[in-house]
């Protein structure tokens, strides 16, 4: 048994243990622009993710700090535990693309920071994902 495997079992593990913690998540994934430039989402589907809720200022690389709050603050970090299904439109990072939208269990959303996941090699795609949201 490799690394790779261990990891597998582990994820399937760490979402059984951590149900009861996971909510539903709203997932609205980027198809394109429209005419106008301006982005367009799909109706979305629902995800089960554990969502923290937290106020961190983010620095940019060399320490200096954003200029403004919209880039500065993360409000959320969405962990979701297991595979996301892709999503086929030309141009975007799949599964989860930095133009993609998450509307939390409140109902408030923001835009995507970062994702984050350690890539399975037998699959090509993270064995769980990290986003981080800002205000």
Do not use: C
């Not at 913690?21 to 106008?36: A, N, Y």
């Amino acid at each position: 048994m490799g690394l790779e495997t261990t990891l597998r079992k582990g994820v399937a593990i760490a979402d059984k243990l951590t149900k009861s913690l996971q909510v539903e998540v709203t997932h609205k994934r980027w198809t394109g622009t429209d005419d106008d430039g301006e982005d367009v989402l799909d109706i979305g589907i629902s995800l089960k993710a554990i969502v923290e809720f937290k106020t961190k200022f983010l620095r940019r690389t060399g320490g200096q700090q954003y200029n403004t709050a919209e880039e500065s603050i993360q409000r959320a970090t969405i962990t979701i535990i297991g595979p996301v299904t892709d999503f086929v439109a030309e141009g975007r990072t799949n599964p989860i693309d930095v133009r993609d939208q998450f509307i939390l269990p409140d109902g408030s959303s923001g835009p995507i920071l970062n994702v984050e996941g350690v890539v399975d090699p037998s699959t090509g795609s993270p064995y769980s994902y990290e986003i981080s949201l800002g205000s």
